[in-house]
């Protein structure tokens, strides 16, 4: 069992008899690290419900037992969202390809009307 803590600064893990035996911390997670948080309610394949949390360095999964509320759930995958940030220069980075890929094919479909004939007796001769 892990037991998870958010505070205003960070996120902590911690794996549940190494807290209780050795007050032992596993992964200590900077808010401002938090890029994607997801709630997965509809029971992954693993029967259970799942919240994943993404950050810059470490991806996490937590599944929760079967007979926890789904609104409880939803509520905690809620306040590590609160903390979610995508940086401007990783933001940018994202962006950037999405904007050239639609350039090219807009410059594309130009192109390609550009060369289809107005009318076809523009291209037709008559032999007189």
Known sequence: MTVVAVTDRRILTARANALRQEAKIGQRILLDDVRYVRARTSHGENGRSEVDLVTRDVDLRWAFHTDIDDVQILAFAAVLAESMRLPDSERDALIQPN????????SASIEATSSVPA??????????
């Not at 904007?99 to 807009?106: D, G, K, N, T, W």
């Not at 009318?119 to 007189?128: G, I, L």
């Open 119 to 128: 009318s076809s007796e523009d291209s037709s001769t008559s032999a007189e």
């Open 99 to 106: 904007v050239q890929i639609a350039a090219a094919e807009a």
